[in-house]
T-cell receptor
């Protein structure tokens, strides 16, 4: 069974440009999470989808970030316009509703560099 | 303020010894605590979960303890192997269900032959 996949693996953009990150969760996982790790810091929560609904978006830094999960399958995270402080590794994770554990399966991450 | 602290210094041990990693937290009341392993360039991989009403959990060579009075979890790897070398992250879940995880910064473990 395929794990969580993310695309692209790396992205280098100029300040002010737009970037869209994609996450494909494990098939059948209704929970989808976005996290971010900026240089030297811990992994921080951004938002949580249950199917196509945003359950918790308390970690989104500002309105330059827009996450969608149309149809409850894959998700995209768009940053527009990108700023230097947005650089970091963006992780997506998914988990299965009905499990007694909130074991989250993480993707390999997208490394975003804003110049 | 709320914080999660893990040993910021790398832990170096000899193969075959027991590695013990610490996770302390302040001003949180977690419903459960998880430990993840992360290798360079990869995402975190779930290892163990322990609930607030549990004292200890084991899985093969791994053992986790959880002391809600001390606000501390200890993560042990017995009979350590070079393949155990990685960064280990603790993560708090503040309530039941499928909510966000709050991560510590991680401790890097190096097991030497």
């Amino acid at each position: 069974e395929a794990g969580v996949t993310q695309f692209p693996s790396h992205s280098v953009i100029e300040k002010g440009q737009t970037v869209t990150l994609r996450c494909d969760p494990i098939s059948g996982h209704d929970n989808l999470y976005w996290y971010r790790r900026v240089m030297g810091k811990e992994i921080k929560f951004l938002l949580h989808f249950v199917k196509e609904s945003k359950q918790d978006e308390s970690g989104m830094p500002n309105n330059r970030f827009l996450a969608e999960r149309t149809g409850g399958t894959y998700s995209t995270l768009k940053v527009q316009p990108a700023e230097l402080e947005d650089s970091g590794v963006y992780f997506c994770a998914s988990s299965q509703v009905g499990s007694s554990y909130n074991e989250q399966f993480f993707g390999p991450g997208t490394r975003l560099t804003v110049l | 303020s709320q914080k999660i602290e893990q040993n910021s210094e790398a832990l170096n041990i000899q193969e075959g010894k027991t590695a013990t990693l610490t996770c302390n937290y302040t001003n949180y009341s977690p419903a459960y605590l998880q430990w993840y392993r992360q290798d360079p360039g990869r995402g975190p991989v779930f290892l163990l979960l322990i609930r607030e009403n549990e004292k200890e959990k084991r899985k093969e060579r791994l053992k986790v303890t959880f002391d809600t009075t001390l606000k501390q979890s200890l993560f042990h790897i017995t009979a350590s192997q070079p393949a155990d070398s990685a960064t280990y992250l603790c993560a708090l879940g503040l309530s039941g269900g499928y909510n966000k995880l709050i991560f510590g910064a991680g401790t890097r473990l190096a097991v030497h032959p």
